[in-house]
């Protein structure tokens, strides 16, 4: 049986991922996935609006978690070799936060991790996630 991850492990494994999913559902209850950047804080997870193109700035995250704030948001890990594969899933709850106050640590956390954001920091807002369970699974 392959080994589960949890609390550090799981949390290690999530930290160095350079890329992520943020999952959303509005308040109809549809499904929202998209890759995203991030940066960790113990167990909050923090996800800019940035520069990159989009077709709109009123995004379908923002507006699901507005209505319902539960999320999660998955890393994972695939290789040729499936003794290598591992994936990673934070549940948690997530505002935006949009004062610049508010904001300026989750930015310079971001800005560490991705040289992209140290030339041009996100703008936001910014989502906070207060992580509330780590889940995952290892092949090895």
Known sequence: MSPALAGDAARRRFA?????????????????????????????????????????????????IAANPHVAVLADYYDDDWALLWWVRADGVAAVLDEPAAMSRPVLLLAEKYSQYADQPPAGPVIAISVTAWSGWSAS
Not at 35 to 59: E, M, Q, R, W
């Open 16 to 64: 160095a991922s350079r890329v992520a999913r943020l999952a959303t559902v509005s308040a109809s209850g549809v499904p929202h996935l998209v890759p995203c950047t991030f940066a960790l804080d113990g167990d909050s997870i923090y996800v800019a609006v940035d520069h990159k193109p989009k077709t709109t700035t009123n995004l379908k995250r923002l507006r699901n």
